[in-house]
């Protein structure tokens, strides 16, 4: 956390009194500074903070600056800067993997996905929430593990509707302003708690709401809604206000071709990948 390296030479109970010491002193108040991922401006300074250290506006990574969350896990620092001859390849492929309406509506949601930060300190003013959904077989997967988040960075597991804990949910869009992900969202076959878990993180992860819960040493310890969200499932809720807050992209079968397909496998190559993940880079940069 300190971004020091110790040598310990004595007995573990001395070393658990120092490292209970180093916390007391030193990182209790520093941690929750350093926690969220995101675009952030710390000490003047714009940057995209993750637990590998920082991106800064001139694309370079500081590893001065680490975010420290386990959830969100997202990795720089080997990835290259967007050459021309990549772009120009990539340019290619990059709205035709799908319908034409879908994939600029992927495209510019997951952008808009990664202003979400700015959008926070805007007050009434947030970031829809992404909903993907469609039969079985027409793309969300595809669109997730090799569009969405090569683009957004994320090198973390989806996660899956129904084995959603609310608690950890709540921790995981508490500890980061970058978009969370749930996949096969269905909830005709879920529960009714489920089912209202999902519609109160819709209703608060749009607007600015808290939630206040208590410890075992009866203090307190607040949870916000920092996150984005990006849902896929074969099904929507059927409550119109939630409708009205997410946009929706309707994936179907009978829209793909063989055009599409053939330049779709240009992101399952190791190429594809990395060439999204170079142009995510490089959007954050500009932002």
């Known amino acids: 956390f300190m971004n020091m390296g110790f040598f310990f030479d004595g007995k573990p109970k001395d070393l658990n009194m120092f490292k209970a010491w180093v916390n007391k002193y030193f990182l209790i ?3 929750n500074e350093y926690l969220l991922t995101g675009i952030r401006e710390i000490e003047n300074k714009k940057m995209l903070i993750t637990p590998n250290g920082a991106l800064m506006k001139n694309g370079d990574i500081d590893l001065n600056y680490k975010a420290d969350n386990h959830i969100t896990l997202v990795n720089f620092n080997d990835t290259k800067r967007l050459d021309k001859e990549t772009a120009t390849e990539l340019s290619k492929h990059l709205f035709n993997w799908n319908s034409e309406k879908n ?10 996905n990664m202003l979400n930060s700015i959008y926070r300190e805007c007050n009434g003013i947030n970031v829809h929430v992404t909903s993907y ?5 027409s793309g969300k997967s595809f669109t997730i593990d090799n569009i969405t988040r090569p683009l957004l960075g994320l090198d973390n597991d989806t996660m899956v509707f129904s084995s959603i804990m609310p608690h950890g949910l709540l921790r995981a869009l508490n500890d980061t302003y970058m978009p969370t992900i749930i996949d096969e969202v269905k909830p005709s076959q879920s529960g009714e708690f489920k089912r209202q878990l999902l519609s109160n993180t819709i209703r608060s992860i ?3 709401s808290t939630v206040i819960k208590g410890t075992q040493n009866q203090g307190f310890k607040t949870y916000k809604y ?7 499932g074969e099904e929507t809720l059927d409550e119109t206000a939630l409708k009205n807050r997410c946009n929706i992209i309707w994936f179907s079968c009978n829209e793909m071709t063989e055009d599409n397909i053939k330049n779709g496998g240009y992101f399952l190559t190791k190429e594809g990948r990395e060439a999204m993940k170079s142009l995510g880079m490089e959007i954050y940069i500009h932002i």
């Open 29 to 31: 108040e520093k941690r």
């Open 206 to 208: 749009t607007g600015e």
């Open 133 to 137: 959904v469609g039969e079985s077989g």
């Open 226 to 232: 920092n996150s984005s969200l990006i849902i896929a």
């Open 103 to 112: 994939c600029y509506n992927v495209i510019g949601s997951l952008v808009a």
